[in-house]
């Protein structure tokens, strides 16, 4: 499916740790509109965990998580809802 995921948003975390890249998709949801496709680029493993449990609580659609192994980090893609 992330093949097919067009982000309109890249937050690049790449390098930072916990809680950084779910901090930084945080500060970027609440600057853009409901319907926005981010992508968080991280290099975090909890962040494959942390991120779709906050956004599930947020109250957002979690898309897709891929992990980029040959590059070593992961895509995590979710939709703004509000």
Do not use: Y
């Not at 926005?36 to 599930?56: F, G, K």
């Amino acid at each position: 499916m992330s093949e097919t995921i067009q982000p309109d948003v890249t937050v690049d975390s790449r390098g930072a740790t916990c809680p950084g890249p779910l901090m930084d998709l945080i500060g970027k949801v609440k600057k853009v509109d409901a319907g926005t496709v981010i992508e968080l680029q991280t290099t975090d493993s909890s962040s494959s965990h942390d991120v779709p449990e906050w956004v599930n609580k947020a109250g957002h659609e979690m898309l897709d998580i891929v992990e980029h192994e040959d590059e070593g980090f992961w895509s995590v893609f979710i939709e703004t809802t509000k």
